[in-house]
Structures are given as C-alpha cells and as structure tokens.
Nanobody, 126 residues
Framework: QVQLVESGGGFVQAGGSLRLSCAASGRIFRSNSMAWFRQAPGKEREFVAAVSSSGGRTFYSDSVKGRFTISRDNAKNTLYLQMNSLKPDDTAVYYC???????????????????WGQGTQVTVSS
C-alpha cells in the first residue's frame, strides 16, 4: 500500500514561515521524484515545487521562487517544503505527490503523478 502523509500546516500571519513534511512509504520514495501542489477554494490544483529522486534537481513555480525551498531526506523517507515570507495568496491545501520516475523535465502537471497525500491546510492571514 502506497502512503503519503503530510503534516506541518497551520495558521500563520503574513511574513511568517512554516515547514511542511510528507512521510512516504519506502517503496515509492527513494527512486521517485516528488512534488508539492496546492489547491485554494474554487481554484484548480496548482504546482508549487518538485525535486528529483536524488534531490539534485529542483523546480519551482514563479509564484514561490525565492520564498519556498523543497528538499528531501531519503534516509528518513521524508519530503519537506520550507515556506518563508508567506502571503495571504499562499493560503491553500498543500498536497505532496510522488511520480513514477526519478526525474521529469516538466514536473508541473498534476495528472502525471499517481500517488497523493491527503493534504494539509495552510492559512496565511493579512
């Protein structure tokens, strides 16, 4: 059974920081690229960041570049998203996703990811 479990969401004021974690089952983590997506009420799921299986390649959406950092610890089977300088527009449910491949040149399409967590809510107040 493939499982991805997010944690670390919460309520924070604008300008603050949060770190999200995603614990994964070993079978689908160490050989798979991983990503974070988010979905705000009434909006489509949006790509946030991705990292290759080794952690050597990262990719960010323009809206979070310079503020968010994606990383992974393959020894702990855990994916992270460090979010700094948060804005009210960052309010959404954040999901981690696992790909079938070690690296994807274009990691931004949600439908390409077969494995998803249940999501964690991030709320940023102004």
């Amino acid at each position: 059974q493939v499982q991805l479990v997010e944690s670390g969401g919460g309520f924070v004021q604008a300008g603050g920081s949060l770190r999200l974690s995603c614990a994964a089952s070993g079978r689908i983590f160490r050989s798979n690229s991983m990503a974070w997506f988010r979905q705000a009420p009434g909006k489509e799921r949006e790509f946030v960041a991705a990292v290759s299986s080794s952690g050597g390649r990262t990719f960010y959406s323009d809206s979070v570049k310079g503020r968010f950092t994606i990383s992974r610890d393959n020894a702990k089977n855990t994916l992270y998203l460090q979010m700094n300088s948060l804005k009210p527009d960052d309010t959404a449910v954040y999901y981690c996703a696992a790909d079938r491949w070690e690296y994807r040149p274009d990691p931004t399409t949600a439908n390409e990811y077969p494995y998803w967590g249940q999501g964690t809510q991030v709320t940023v107040s102004s």
